[in-house]
T-cell receptor
Framework: GENVEQHPSTLSVQEGDSAVIKCTYSDSASNYFPWYKQELGKRPQLIIDIRSNVGEKKDQRIAVTLNKTAKHFSLHITETQPEDSAVYFCAASRGGGGNKLTFGTGTQLKVEL | GAVVSQHPSRVICKSGTSVKIECRSLDFQATTMFWYRQFPKQSLMLMATSNEGSKATYEQGVEKDKFLINHASLTLSTLTVTSAHPEDSSFYIC???????????????FGPGTRLTVL
């Protein structure tokens, strides 16, 4: 089955700096790669996703890149703000966004003032 | 649109009792729903895929006789934790796929989760 690895497990940045989180996946048939932000005790919230026919996607301060050959994808957050502090999970799935997700291990992001 | 609810949000029970958790898609139909479990400071792990009108598909290592799943209708899936024990204490989250209004592609919509504590 799919295996998703995520690094780093914790990340501390100064407000205004950029944050990068990286994930690798094992199943070459995976074609959907979402990123979720989860606050303590809450549901995961989709912040951005990318499908395998695209190499990069951007939404304001957030961007995701995908390298299918290397089977890795990354989340980039620019101009970080304290409210970006949360746990971030990457995930991978076959069959687009309608199929089961395999999650990475999570990254605790802390944005310090 | 695309709202998924769960009930209850929090439950505390005694060891040996059974607990039922409901997952509902409020404004769309879901032939498939997914159940995840999340232990403190860990990731979400898929437990099973709930299929309307047929048996659930369980992930390796998940006891199907302990975690009973029933997809009763196109908007409701239930997870029953039978004979719960303290090690079953966890955050249980369901999700259902659909497209956003005006969207083309599916994405997963998560319920708010159920915090189960077994004493």
């Amino acid at each position: 089955g799919e295996n998703v690895e995520q690094h780093p497990s914790t990340l501390s940045v100064q407000e205004g700096d950029s944050a990068v989180i990286k994930c690798t996946y094992s199943d070459s048939a995976s074609n959907y790669f979402p990123w979720y932000k989860q606050e303590l005790g809450k549901r995961p919230q989709l912040i951005i996703d990318i499908r395998s026919n695209v190499g990069e996607k951007k939404d304001q301060r957030i961007a995701v890149t995908l390298n299918k050959t290397a089977k890795h994808f990354s989340l980039h957050i620019t101009e970080t703000q304290p409210e970006d502090s949360a746990v971030y999970f990457c995930a991978a799935s076959r069959g687009g966004g309608g199929n089961k997700l395999t999650f990475g291990t999570g990254t605790q992001l802390k944005v310090e003032l | 649109g695309a709202v998924v609810s769960q009930h209850p949000s929090r439950v505390i029970c005694k060891s040996g009792t059974s607990v039922k958790i409901e997952c509902r898609s409020l404004d769309f139909q879901a032939t498939t729903m997914f159940w995840y479990r999340q232990f403190p400071k860990q990731s979400l792990m898929l437990m099973a895929t709930s299929n309307e009108g047929s048996k659930a598909t369980y992930e390796q290592g998940v006891e199907k006789d302990k975690f009973l799943i029933n997809h009763a209708s196109l908007t409701l899936s239930t997870l029953t934790v039978t004979s719960a024990h303290p090690e079953d204490s966890s955050f249980y989250i369901c999700s259902a796929p659909t497209t956003k209004s005006g969207g083309v592609y599916n994405e997963q919509f998560f319920g708010p989760g159920t915090r189960l504590t077994v004493l």
